[in-house]
Nanobody, 122 residues
């Protein structure tokens, strides 16, 4: 089982920045992909950013079109942590943000954190 704990959410004005953190219970090298999702009220959960953390191609990233150029996913491998730097925030970025881990070698395969609220005021 991979346990994920997010932190860093909060209330920010439009144009501001926030940095979300996700602490994993094991080395991210043992996890195939780390990602951030978000879910706004009344909407489906959507992928925001992902980073490949497997042994081949470590560090490859992917972003939703809506956040490209504004959000950056990164990692601190020594601390088993992944971050989401969010700049130039917009009211439409308001959502609960979830850290996720894809580990196909495990029995469960996919893991979610508990989520952290991000609210962007206009």
């Amino acid at each position: 089982q991979v346990q994920l704990v997010e932190s860093g959410g909060g209330l920010v004005q439009a144009g501001g920045s926030l940095r979300l953190s996700c602490a994993a219970s094991e080395s991210i090298f043992s996890i195939n992909t780390m990602a951030w999702y978000r879910q706004a009220p009344g909407k489906q959960r959507e992928l925001v950013a992902a980073m490949f953390t497997g042994s081949t191609g470590f560090g490859r990233t992917n972003y939703a079109d809506s956040v490209k150029g504004r959000f950056t996913i990164s990692s601190d491998n020594a601390k088993n942590m992944v971050f989401l730097q969010m700049d130039s925030l917009k009211p439409e970025d308001t959502a609960v943000y979830y850290c996720a881990a894809l580990k196909p070698s495990s029995s469960t395969g996919f893991y979610w954190g508990q989520g952290t609220q991000v609210t962007v005021s206009s």
